[in-house]
């Protein structure tokens, strides 16, 4: 069993800076995909970014491409989503995702955090 709990999320004016950050505990965290994912009022849940166990490998939607970057420390058992120039769009709940198979699309992740709330104003 994995247990995820994000913090970071807030209030920001478009243009301005978030960075969320999930803590994981349970199994090994290293054998673990790790994403984010999003979902604004009235819309589904999407994907936004994650990251191999290794940290070899990223990917990313297009609509964040450029503005966010997905880490994570082994180390400590977090990852982390930086989120610059952050757009009005972006408003969403923030969700960490965990997945032990091997892909980065995370189709059906494992386990799922409480979820953040990120509130862009114009």
């Known amino acids: 069993q994995v247990q995820l709990v994000e913090s970071g999320g807030g209030l920001v004016q478009a243009g301005g800076s978030l960075r969320l950050s999930c803590a994981a505990s349970g199994r090994t965290f290293s054998n673990l995909v790790m994403g984010w994912f999003r979902q604004a009022p009235g819309k589904d849940r999407e994907f936004v970014a994650a990251i191999s166990g290794r940290a070899d490998r990223t990917l990313y939607a297009d609509s964040v491409k450029g503005r966010f970057t997905i880490s994570r420390d082994n180390a400590k058992n977090t990852v982390s989503l930086q989120m610059n120039s952050l757009k009005p769009e972006d408003t969403a709940v923030y969700f960490c995702?965990?997945?032990?198979?091997?892909?980065?699309?995370?189709?059906?992740?494992?386990?799922w955090g409480q979820g953040t709330q990120v509130t862009v104003s114009s």
């Open positions: 995702a965990a997945d032990f198979s091997f892909s980065l699309t995370m189709p059906s992740p494992d386990y």
